[in-house]
């Protein structure tokens, strides 16, 4: 039994300890550096507790106090999306699936590319497979050791230095300067805790080129029949001068999963990234974006939503760090809160001197719809230029009442009238996806759960 | 098929409607005037349900059951609608999707398959183009930044899907022109029929040339103070309502 959060982080430790172990032998110098990086890093921080700021609504002893010794991976479905084409990767408990009972699996209605490298002479070549495999590559070292340095350079913080420190080989994404990459890439992850309580920790390097343009899909879906669980992931995101991200990061984790998400992004002049979030599964959810500007007329758009029912909660903070003239950051974060369900969002904007003629707009609204559900929203501005066109806001309030009448009078059921009424709320936040066929994909879950939630009150209704 | 008794109401315990009788039978078309503030829309929104309206006395009954024990929903699927005065923007939801919900809803309250992809197609389409209107708004959000005359003519839009058998047109006429006007009467008179029964508030007669009333009733001060056949509504646009403020200030001294 470990007790302590000291006795916690050690268990962890000893789990990095064994993967440096085995990567010294054979993935060569970069995976090393990274990993033995990643170890340092988790070795000196230590895990939050509510006393620090930026941890204040959203406790992690509950995802510490469970021991992930489950380490199932037999039955495996990879629900493949029909509303978009995609290359796909599929990952179980957060490995990369390769062998070939998981390929027949995935090829139903999908295609397998574990490493689904083409030419970067071509307009559609990219890279999408294992680190260790890209590391192989030849035309990739130069690219990815110097994304591996700046990673090496800039702190990395507990959850993530442990996701890096544990995980098996981290998928690696590169799009090769001047690409143009037409179908999405999809990154399925699911876990299977039939077994035991598991552990995973998907790690993602992604690099976009010059000029490069790609959109990559990151789906964390349930399976069956899933007991507790937890998903550490993280991402390292590269966009390089004019290249264009799009990333979007659908969450239907198990009732009874812990999901802690880390993004950091690293972007060029001239680059666009935006990242398009629904959080929907899940007991515990945190997830950090941290977006620095340290280059000229980058553009960042957040536009994240998330609904919660019985005791979720979910925690989403966004840091953003303006540090050069002329860019613009948008971020819309929607959420819809029902029964004892918790909702945190604390967004960080610092516009730095050197930052002129820069744009920054946040918003976050939320709809509280039970007495014991609670918001907490805040968001932060802090701004040392004086040129700057920036706005930020915070508004939480109910469903409109003269809406519902309305809706009412023309037949629809009070959950019918209502369903509709948050659908058309977060709407708002999908209209921004710039994939409309993705948009759809990620309206499936969100009315799945709407409409869960609404057959749910109907049938406590019945009852009452 | 409406039997409105004695009703009283009130709001925040201030009374607006004083004891309204009024009884309604299929196939007729009453029409019910009266001054800014008397409480037309007021008993248009107890009819419909407005919970807001606190029903002090009186009784409403509709197809001989307590029309004030259902709930606005069933209200509706039972046949009633109202068309508001001030329908109310509702943006993210498309006009398309919120008709084919609530010709569904009304189907699936009277135990109908819900139509199919083609039918409610033809359907919307049919009635859109009865009421002149370009097929683009159905993509639009509902209401959602519309002129005064898209949303009374959405109002009518929403009736025509529905087919009530008891519609309530709350100054559907106000702020259309005559045209729109035209259009609006002939979407209700192809309604019309020895089934169906209207209720339609208006300020202005004009409307009254189209839409044919079988009574005119005066609603004063909470109450219905005179009522009339469609020579009252002429009387009233010539003579204004000073005359029957007076008519009533007499009675009551
Ligand atoms: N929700 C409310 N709260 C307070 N007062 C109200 C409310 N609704 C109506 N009233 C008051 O009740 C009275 C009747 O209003 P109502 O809207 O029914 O009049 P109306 O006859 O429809 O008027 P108009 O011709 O201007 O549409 C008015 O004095 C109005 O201010
Ligand atoms: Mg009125």
Redesign the interface.
């Known amino acids: 039994m470990h007790n302590t959060a000291e006795d916690i982080k050690q268990v962890f430790l000893s789990q990095i300890d064994q993967k440096v172990k085995d990567v010294n032998g054979h993935a060569g110098h970069v995976g090393l550096k990274l990993r033995e990086y990643a170890r340092t890093s988790f070795d000196q921080g230590s895990f939050p507790t509510r006393k620090d700021e930026d941890w204040k609504y959203t406790s992690v002893k509950a995802i510490l106090a469970e021991e992930y010794n489950g380490a199932s991976k037999s039955e495996f479905t990879c629900s493949i999306p029909d509303q978009f084409e995609a290359t796909t990767l599929c990952f179980l408990n957060g490995v990369l699936v390769t062998n070939d009972e998981h390929k027949t699996k995935v090829a139903n209605g999908g295609e397998d590319n574990t490493a689904a490298y083409v030419s970067s002479g071509s307009q559609e070549g990219f890279f999408a497979g294992s680190l260790s495999v890209a590391m192989a590559n030849p035309e990739l070292k130069e690219t990815l050791s110097s994304s591996v340095d700046k990673i090496c350079n800039t702190p990395m913080g507990i959850f993530e230095s442990m996701g890096l420190g544990i995980n098996e080989d981290p998928v690696c994404i590169v799009i090769p300067d001047n690409a143009q990459v037409s179908k999405p890439i999809h990154l399925i992850y699911a876990t299977d805790s039939k077994d035991g309580a598991t552990a995973s920790h998907p790690y993602a390097l992604i690099i976009v080129g010059k000029n490069a343009k790609a959109e990559i899909v990151e789906s964390y879906l349930p399976q069956a029949d899933n007991g507790v669980y937890y998903t550490n992931t993280a991402s390292r995101i590269f966009v390089g001068a004019n290249g264009h991200l799009d990333h979007y990061r659908l969450q239907v984790e198990g009732k009874e999963a812990f999901h802690t998400a880390q993004s950091t992004i690293h972007q060029d002049r001239d680059s666009t990234y935006g990242v398009y979030i629904a959080e929907l599964g899940g007991k515990l959810m945190r997830n950090n974006i941290h977006v620095s500007h340290d280059s000229e007329n980058i553009t960042s758009n957040i536009y994240g939503l998330f609904v919660v029912q019985g005791s979720q909660h979910m925690d989403t903070q966004s840091f953003i760090d303006h540090a050069k003239p002329h860019c613009l950051s948008n971020e819309l974060i929607k959420g819809v809160l029902h029964d004892r369900g918790r909702g945190v969002f604390n967004g960080k904007i610092i516009v730095r001197p050197d930052a002129q003629k820069i744009n920054a707009y946040q918003h976050n609204a939320a709809l509280v719809l039970s007495p014991d559900a609670v918001m907490d929203s805040k968001p932060q501005l802090e701004i040392f230029a004086d040129d700057v066109k920036c706005s930020h806001g915070a508004t939480i309030g109910q469903l ?1 009442p ?2 519902l ?10 959950d ?2 209502k369903t ?2 948050k ?3 977060l ?2 936040v999908i209209d921004h996806f710039p994939n409309r066929d993705i948009a759809l994909y990620f309206e499936s879950y969100l009315e799945k759960k709407l409409t869960q939630i609404s057959i749910k009150n109907a049938t406590e209704k019945a009852i009452s | 098929m409406l039997n409105i008794r004695d009703l009283h109401v009130a709001v925040e315990d201030m009374a607006i409607l004083k004891g309204i009788n009024l009884e309604i039978k299929p196939g007729e078309v009453h029409a019910i005037m009266g001054p800014n503030g008397s409480g037309k829309s007021t008993l248009a929104q107890v009819i419909a349900g407005k919970d807001e309206y606190e029903v002090t006395s009186g009784t409403i009954t509709y197809k001989n059951e307590d029309l004030l024990d259902l709930e606005v929903d069933e209200r509706a699927r039972a046949g009633i609608f109202l068309a508001f005065q001030y329908p109310v923007e509702i943006p993210g939801v498309s006009t398309a999707h919120f008709l084919k919900s609530i010709v569904n809803a009304g189907r699936e309250g009277r135990g109908e398959d819900e139509l199919s992809a083609v039918e409610m197609l033809k359907l919307l389409r049919s009635k859109t183009q009865m009421l002149g209107m370009d097929q683009k708004f159905l993509s639009r959000a509902l209401n959602d930044g519309f002129s005064g005359g898209e949303k009374k003519k959405n109002e009518i839009l929403q009736m025509a899907v529905l087919n009530p058998k008891l519609a309530i047109l709350d100054e559907t006429d106000s702020g259309l022109d005559i045209d729109a006007l035209k259009i609006v009467a002939d979407g209700v008179n192809a309604m019309r029929n020895n089934d169906n029964a209207f209720i339609v508030v208006t300020h202005y007669q004009r409307l009254l040339n189209y839409i044919e009333p079988d009574f005119v009733h005066v609603l004063y001060n909470g109450q219905i103070v005179k009522s009339g056949d469609k020579s009252l509504a002429l009387k009233l646009e010539e003579k204004g309502y000073d005359w029957i403020k007076e008519e009533v200030a007499s009675a009551t001294v």
């Open positions: 409109n003269d809406a009448f309305y809706l009412k009078t023309r037949g629809l059921s009070d019918a009238a509709l009424l659908n058309a709320f709407k708002d």
